[in-house]
């Protein structure tokens, strides 16, 4: 079966006066339509990069995509005309941001934003196109839709427009929804309703979904899949509930316990020592070697290549796999 989306051995390099970061170093991942892939890691571990790169909506320069394919339903973005791609990526896909506030347009009514959308791309009337406009509003519970409808973004809370982007977002019902730390800038319970609406729309529409977090706590309910992210790479990829139960990587352990949990109450939180790397000067080796606890002598001098890592029953997981010379020890651990 041919995948959603298929990104094969991504690269994105940034060109800077002090020289180049390789921001994105080989990076491969996937999603089926009407599932979710969390992809997780520290802010500057690319996973934003990663994402803008298969929008096409990377700053470029300083950054340039130098390698790897982006396949759409088995045909690559990166080579098709621009003109192909921009009718795939206007339609098919769409991004959502953490910040709503700067993503719409201040000075037009969260309406007239939407009735563009229909108006533009589905050569709707006017009338028409506010009529589904508030029904999109309805349709990601924003109440009294037909009185907010000229309202302007400010006049809205940080979750009702989060709750505005995702209605621009799944107007033109695309295929793929890639959502960039989505709930990050909401209070919690607030984080939780809009989490609760993204994944009731992916069922609803069969869509995939890429959910972008630092925040491990946000993806167990709703991923299916995980990536996680560390210095521009892929260290380790599991079905959810493989992750949590036997991370096969030190860091996605690291991550593991550093979350809150209520049966460690007065505890105190565990946090990975140091800070991830510049990528202008990432280690040598493993890149994680200097904050790893499992560190040794190799560690310093060998990149791990991603390894695959069987399952609980030692059959090899399709999709499970580390870039850790010491997973089985971190499994048995
Ligand atoms: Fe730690 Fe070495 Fe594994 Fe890297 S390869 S995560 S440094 S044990
Ligand atoms: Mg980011």
Same mark, same amino acid.
């Given at each position: 079966? !041919? ?5 094969? @051995? ?22 089926? %339509? ?10 500057? /571990? ?7 790169? &298969?929008?096409?909506?990377? @700053? ?23 003109? $192909? ?34 108006? &533009? ?7 028409? %196109? ?9 349709? &990601? ?12 973004? #400010? ?19 695309? $295929?793929?929804?890639?959502? @960039?730390?989505?709930?990050?800038? =909401? ?18 529409? %069969? ?14 309910? +709703? ?11 892929? +260290?380790? !990829?599991?079905?959810?509930? $493989?992750?949590?139960?036997? *991370?096969?990587? *030190?860091?996605?352990?690291?991550? =593991?316990?550093?979350? *809150? ?13 140091? =800070?991830?790397?510049? =990528?202008? !000067?990432?280690? !040598? ?7 790893? *606890? ?13 390894? $695959? ?12 796999? /580390?870039?850790? #010379? ?8």
């Amino acid at each position: 079966m !041919t995948r959603l989306l298929d990104v094969r @051995d991504l690269r994105v390099e940034f060109r800077t006066r002090d020289g180049v970061a390789e921001a994105v170093g080989g990076v491969s991942y996937g999603v089926d %339509a009407g599932r979710t892939l969390a992809v997780l890691g520290e802010s500057g /571990s690319g996973k934003s990069v990663t994402a803008q790169a &298969v929008m096409g909506i990377l @700053d470029s320069p300083p950054a340039f995509v130098t390698g790897g394919q982006v396949l759409f339903r088995g045909r690559d973005l990166l080579t098709m005309s621009p003109r $192909e791609r921009r009718s795939v990526r206007g339609a098919a896909m769409a991004m959502i941001f953490q910040d709503a506030l700067s993503a719409l347009n201040p000075v037009l009514t969260v309406g007239a934003q939407l009735a563009e959308m229909y108006e &533009v791309h589905r050569g709707m009337s006017r009338k028409d %196109a506010r009529a589904r406009a508030v029904e999109l509003m309805d349709r &990601v519970r924003i109440p009294a839709a037909k009185a907010r409808v000229n309202d302007y973004p #400010h006049q809205f809370s940080g979750g009702m427009r989060q709750r505005i982007m995702i209605a621009m977002a799944i107007a033109l019902e695309p $295929e793929l929804i890639i959502a @960039d730390e989505p709930t990050t800038a =909401l209070d919690v319970t607030v984080q939780a309703q809009v989490m609760d609406l993204l994944d009731e729309l992916r069922r609803e529409y %069969a869509m995939g979904l890429i959910l972008i977090t630092h925040d491990l706590g946000v993806v167990a309910d +709703v991923a299916d899949e995980i990536a996680v992210m560390y210095a521009g790479r892929i +260290v380790e !990829t599991a079905p959810v509930r $493989e992750l949590y139960r036997r *991370p096969a990587h *030190p860091y996605t352990r690291g991550l =593991l316990d550093s979350i *809150p949990r209520v049966d460690h109450k007065g505890k105190e939180l565990y946090a990975i020592k140091g =800070l991830p790397p510049s =990528l202008l !000067t990432v280690p !040598t080796g493993c890149p994680f070697h200097p904050r790893c *606890p499992r560190a040794q002598d190799i560690c310093r001098t060998e990149r791990p290549p991603l390894y $695959e890592v069987p399952d609980a029953t030692d059959t090899v997981a399709p999709g499970r796999a /580390s870039a850790c #010379h010491f997973w089985k020890d971190e499994l048995d651990a």
